[in-house]
C-alpha cells in the first residue's frame, strides 16, 4: 500500500521548515535509514533518514520550498510491486501563496493558508495525539499497522529518528494486548532551547504594521527585506523574553591584568600543542566555577517552577549571518581550559554554517554575550528563556584605579553586567553569583584546583 512521507520534526519545537534538497528522485527504492531530504529549520539545515523501505512514487513538493509544516506530505512511498501510475493526482504540500505577496516574493505564511494535500493511495489514519493533546510521532506505515491490531500508539516507545513510532516497533507490540488508555502526561516544562529555538508566531505584536510603515516612508527610498525564519523567531523570542521575564541588572568592574599575564604563561606553554587560550575561555570557566559555586542560582523558570540544575552547562552567544546562536558548552566545570577552547571553536565554526544539531544549542542554565571584541565597553543582556541569568561582557580597557594602599595606578578593566530573572535569583543570591565570578576571574590560578 502506498504510504504518505511526512515533513518530519527535526526538533522539539519545529512546526515548520524548508525543503531544501531532495537527496532522491522518483523511482529510487530507498531503505530505512537511507537519507532522503535536506531540511531547513530556522537553525539549522539536517538530513531527514527514511523510516520504512520502498520505491518513491512521488514527491509533492519540490526542494527549495519554503515554509512546509509538520506533517505535511511531502512524497509517496510504494510497497514492492506497486506502480506510481495508480496514484491519484496529489497536491503539492508546499504552503500557497496568493496575490501581491506572492508575486513579490514574501516569505512563506505571508499569503494564503497552507493548502491542504490530497490523500494518496491507502492513505494512513490521521496523526495521533496523546490524551495529553500533544501529537504522537509515527510513520504512516505504523498507524496503519496499530489501527489493524488495535494498539494504542501512545504506549508504544519509538526507536526511530526523535523518537518516532515505526513499523518495527508496531510488530514488536502485543498485538492481543487491549489498547490501554492514555495517561495523561506530566506538567513539563517549556523546551530549553538557544535563541531561536522556540516557535515563534506568525508576527510580533508590537510596533506598527507594514502597510503603516509603508505609509510613512511613502516618498523615501528604500529596499523592502523579508524576515527569513530565524529573524522571525528572534523578534519573537526576544519581545516575548522582554515582556515577560522581570529582568534586574548587576554591574561589576572586573580588573584583568592577572587573567592577562596567566594567559599569556599558559598560552606560551601551550603552544606546541597548538592550543591558544582567549579571554572569553577564561570568562566561560568562571560562569562554569561560579555556578558550582552558588548552586541555588545554577536554575532555570519552569513555567509555574523553578528547576535547581546540578551541572554547569553554559551558553555562549555566536553571531552569524543573519543572526545568532547560543550553542551549550555542557558540563563546562569538568572541562580543562584548552578543553573548553577546543569545543568553542568547533561549535562556533559550526554554527556560523548552521551545523549544529538542537542538542548543540538548547539547555543550559546561563549565557554569556561578548561584545568586547567589537570595543563595547559595557551593555545590557536580554534573557535567553528558561534561562535565569546572561551576562553581558564588555572590552577589557586600561583605566586609572586606586588600588588598596590608596595609591592611583594603572589598570585593565573590564566592566560586566549580569541581566536576571527576579522569579528565579533574588538580588542578593545574583551579587553573590556575580561576586563568584569576579574571583574566579582576579584569581585565575584557582579555576585550575
Known amino acids: ?42 537553525k539549522a539545515t539536517m538530513e531527514f533518514e527514511a523510516v520504512d523501505e520502498g520505491v518513491i512514487g512521488k514527491i509533492l513538493v519540490p526542494e527549495g520550498t519554503e515554509g512546509v509544516k509538520v506533517n505535511t506530505a511531502i512524497a509517496v512511498l510504494l510497497e514492492e510491486g506497486e506502480s506510481a501510475d495508480a496514484l491519484p493526482e496529489a ?30 493511495a491507502s492513505a494512513a489514519p490521521a496523526a495521533p495525539v496523546a490524551a495529553s493533546g500533544e501529537r504522537i510521532f509515527a510513520s504512516p506505515l505504523a498507524r496503519r499497522i496499530a489501527a489493524q491490531k488495535g494498539l494504542d500508539l501512545s504506549q508504544i516507545k519509538g526507536s526511530g529518528p526523535h523518537g518516532r513510532i515505526v513499523k518495527a516497533d508496531v510488530e514488536a507490540a502485543t498485538a492481543s494486548a487491549p489498547a490501554a488508555a492514555a495517561k495523561p502526561a506530566a506538567s513539563a516544562p ?41 529573524r522571525k523567531t528572534i523578534a519573537a523570542r ?15 568592574d572586573i580588573r584583568l591584568d592577572a587573567l592577562l599575564t596567566f594567559r599569556s604563561q599558559l598560552n606560551k606553554q601551550l603552544e606546541g600543542r597548538g592550543v591558544k587560550l582567549s579571554v572569553n575561555d ?21 513555567g509555574d517552577r523553578v528547576f535547581k540544575l546540578k551541572p554547569s552547562d553554559v551558553a555562549v552567544a555566536v553571531a552569524i549571518e543573519g543572526g545568532l546562536f547560543t550553542p551549550v558548552l555542557r558540563d563546562a566545570d569538568m572541562k580543562s581550559l584548552s578543553a573548553l577552547s577546543a569545543e568553542m571553536k568547533d561549535l562556533a565554526a559550526r554554527a556560523r554554517e548552521r551545523k549544529l544539531a538542537p542538542h548543540e544549542y538548547q539547555g543550559g542554565s546561563f549565557a554569556i554575550s561578548n561584545l568586547g571584541m567589537f570595543g563595547i565597553d559595557n551593555f545590557d543582556a536580554v534573557i535567553n528563556p528558561p534561562h535565569a541569568a546572561i551576562l553581558a561582557v564588555g572590552a577589557g ?32 543570591l545574583g551579587a553573590e553569583l556575580l561576586q563568584a565570578i569576579v574571583d574566579n576571574l582576579e584569581n585565575p590560578m584557582v579555576m585550575l584546583a
Not at 528522485?25 to 529549520?41: F, H, Q, R
Not at 531561536?196 to 527585506?225: C, M, W
Not at 526576544?238 to 561589576?252: D, M, V
Open 397 to 428: 580597557k586600561k583605566q586609572p584605579v586606586v588600588g588598596d594602599d590608596g595609591a592611583l595606578t594603572v589598570a585593565t578593566v573590564m566592566s560586566v553586567t549580569l541581566s536576571v530573572d527576579h522569579r528565579v535569583i533574588d538580588g542578593a
Open 91 to 120: 497536491k503539492s504540500g508546499a504552503p500557497a501563496a496568493e496575490g501581491p505577496a506572492a508575486a513579490e516574493g514574501a516569505p512563506a505564511g505571508a499569503g494564503e493558508a497552507a493548502a491542504s494535500p490530497a490523500p494518496a
Open 282 to 302: 577564561f570568562i566561560i570557566k568562571a560562569c562554569a566555577n561560579a555556578l558550582q559555586a552558588v548552586p541555588a542560582a545554577n536554575a532555570v523558570w519552569a
Open 190 to 230: 517549556p523546551a530549553a532551547t538557544g535563541t531561536t529555538g522556540a516557535p515563534a508566531p506568525a508576527a510580533a505584536a508590537s510596533g506598527p504594521s507594514a502597510d503603516q510603515v509603508a505609509k510613512i516612508y511613502a516618498d523615501r527610498d528604500y529596499e523592502e527585506v523579508p524576515l527569513d525564519g530565524m
Open 1 to 42: 500500500m502506498a504510504t504518505e512521507i511526512l515533513m518530519p520534526a527535526l526538533s522539539p519545537t519545529m512546526e515548520e521548515g524548508t525543503l531544501a534538497k531532495w537527496l532522491v528522485k522518483e523511482g529510487d527504492t530507498v531503505a530505512s535509514g537511507d537519507l532522503l531530504a535536506e531540511i531547513e529549520t530556522d
Open 238 to 252: 526576544l519581545t516575548e523574553a522582554k515582556q515577560s521575564i522581570p529582568h534586574f541588572y548587576l554591574r561589576r
